[in-house]
């Protein structure tokens, strides 16, 4: 196959697109463990940093390694025999080799564009070749701390970009934190104003909101396609039936998501980042405005 360069915005175009929208940055994270990632650390790789993207259960981290591209290859080839391979080049210009770690996974051997997006949550190793001209900004970042210098040099004279994506082990403060039951107070906001959240130590919430609450949120939904044609009561009739709100949660670092089959608040699932303090607690959740609360129990 035809190997050249790929610059890295194009790769992380392809095949980390799902990261666009990532919580972390990962610049300063610390560098995963090999049995974190289950899988061999190439010798002399030097770590980068990790990449989240918008699954709160995995993430990638990035290496870099002035070994060609058939050495690394060569090497996980002669490591992990029994583990499958998929490979990207979708017009023999652009090369890219997987290596799936899991025996479940049901990941392509020829991906399309649009299956390189799974790859967030697909346990795997991924290498290709890269433009360093495409790091230059990133490598001038690392150069302003002596300590990491090495991954300034790496990023400059590195050949092969290799990442691992793993299932994330290690349990968050903010997992234990958010424990409790948490009351908003944002008087501007008069839909949310005086609810209540419970989170719990199973994974579940419970969203519970107030007769004001629901008055201020008919309002709103009476324009909808969905209410049209329905009296005032019949509005408060369904919403009072979903209420209280309950669902599963998780949360990773800064990055919560909360499911519900039968939510007051559309969608099912909403997506966002979290900022857990001792006593506040702010989300802010896609296409909401951000909600404040306060601790007045915790668990």
Not at 18 to 33: F, K
Not at 39 to 64: C, D, K, Q, W
Request: charged letters at 30%; glycine letters at 4%; a neutral charge.
């Amino acid at each position: 196959m035809k190997k050249v360069q790929i610059t890295a915005c194009m790769v992380f175009m392809l095949f980390l697109s799902v990261c666009v929208h990532a919580q972390t940055s990962g610049l300063n994270d610390r560098e995963p463990t090999v049995s974190e990632m289950e899988a061999p650390l190439y010798p002399g790789a030097v770590f980068i940093r990790t990449v989240s993207g918008l699954n709160p259960y995995y993430e990638t981290a990035m290496y870099v390694t002035i070994d060609p591209l058939r050495t690394v290859e060569n090497y996980f080839e002669r490591k992990m025999p029994e583990k499958r391979k998929s490979f990207y080049s979708p017009d023999n210009t652009m090369f890219m080799t997987i290596f799936l770690l899991k025996t479940w996974s049901q990941f392509p051997g020829n991906p399309t564009k649009e299956d390189l997006s799974k790859l967030e949550q697909e346990p795997s190793i991924q290498m290709y070749e890269y433009d360093r001209d495409s790091y230059e900004t990133l490598a001038e970042f690392y150069d302003r701390k002596p300590e990491d210098k090495p991954k300034a040099e790496a990023l400059r004279t590195g050949r092969t970009l290799i990442l691992y994506t793993y299932k994330r082990t290690e349990e968050y403060k903010s997992e234990t934190k958010i424990r409790g039951t948490w009351i908003s107070t944002d008087r501007d906001l008069l839909t949310f104003y005086k609810s209540t959240l419970i989170f719990d130590d199973k994974g579940e919430y419970t969203f519970t909101f107030t007769p004001g609450n629901i008055e201020e949120l008919v309002k709103s939904l009476s324009t909808r396609e969905k209410f049209k044609g329905k009296s005032t009561e019949e509005i408060v009739k369904i919403i009072e039936s979903c209420n209280p709100e309950k669902g599963t949660y998780v949360i990773m670092r800064n990055t919560i998501t909360l499911v519900s089959r039968n939510p007051v608040m559309e969608p099912e699932t909403k997506n966002g980042i979290a900022f857990v303090g001792s006593a506040v607690l702010s989300l802010d959740f896609i296409g909401m405005p951000r909600l404040s609360f306060i601790r007045i129990e915790q668990k």
